[in-house]
């Protein structure tokens, strides 16, 4: 196989045009796609304290990282942080109003971004499509455990 049709690099060229689309998109907005997705993990957390290190856990990334994104959305007005009420130096983060207005108001882009992902393929192809991706996820996410 070639260097350009090796599954890691279609995944690689497949997430960066994603990325370009998305990060076009949402330029009106002031946000990038990881700032997005950080928005998306706090609002599914909205009932739970959301810590740095879960941040970090579930996105792979370094504290520095984490720290540089919120502190980015939190300039923005759209998430807060806090010392953890559990107490010690563990830090929370949470959606503002407008934060979680922000990413209810994303949904039709991530939907419209999904679609064109899978138009080239009928229902039980994206079924599989999407079992497939879930299966090497969690294989890679348990090789590194």
Same mark, same amino acid.
């Given at each position: 196989?070639? &260097?350009?049709?090796?599954?890691?690099?279609?995944? #690689?060229?497949?997430? !960066?045009?994603? /990325?370009?689309?998305?990060?076009?998109?949402?330029?009106?907005?002031?946000?990038?796609?990881?700032?997005?997705?950080?928005?998306?993990?706090?609002?599914?957390?909205?009932?739970?304290?959301? +810590?740095?290190? !879960?941040?970090?856990?579930?996105?792979?990334?370094?504290?520095?990282?984490?720290?540089?994104?919120?502190?980015r959305l939190e300039? #923005?007005? *759209?998430?807060?942080?806090?010392l953890s009420a559990?107490?010690?130096?563990?830090?929370?983060?949470?959606?503002?109003?407008?934060? #979680? /207005? *922000?990413?209810? !108001? &994303? @949904?039709?882009? @991530?939907?419209?971004?999904?679609?064109?992902?899978?138009?080239?393929?009928? /229902?039980?192809?994206?079924?599989?499509? +999407?079992?497939?991706? @879930?299966?090497?996820?969690? +294989?890679?996410?348990?090789?590194?455990?």
């Open positions: 196989m070639g &260097s350009n049709t090796e599954c890691g690099m279609l995944i #690689k060229r497949i997430n !960066d045009r994603i /990325a370009q689309m998305s990060n076009n998109e949402l330029r009106a907005s002031e946000l990038t796609l990881s700032q997005l997705r950080y928005l998306e993990y706090l609002y599914d957390q909205q009932d739970m304290e959301a +810590h740095f290190k !879960d941040l970090e856990a579930f996105f792979g990334v370094s504290q520095p990282t984490v720290v540089g994104v919120l502190k300039r #923005k007005g *759209l998430v807060s942080t806090q559990a107490g010690g130096n563990v830090k929370t983060a949470h959606l503002t109003e407008k934060g #979680k /207005a *922000l990413y209810e !108001d &994303s @949904r039709t882009y @991530r939907n419209g971004v999904e679609q064109t992902l899978l138009a080239p393929l009928d /229902a039980q192809e994206q079924a599989m499509f +999407h079992e497939m991706l @879930r299966k090497v996820c969690m +294989h890679l996410e348990e090789s590194q455990e």
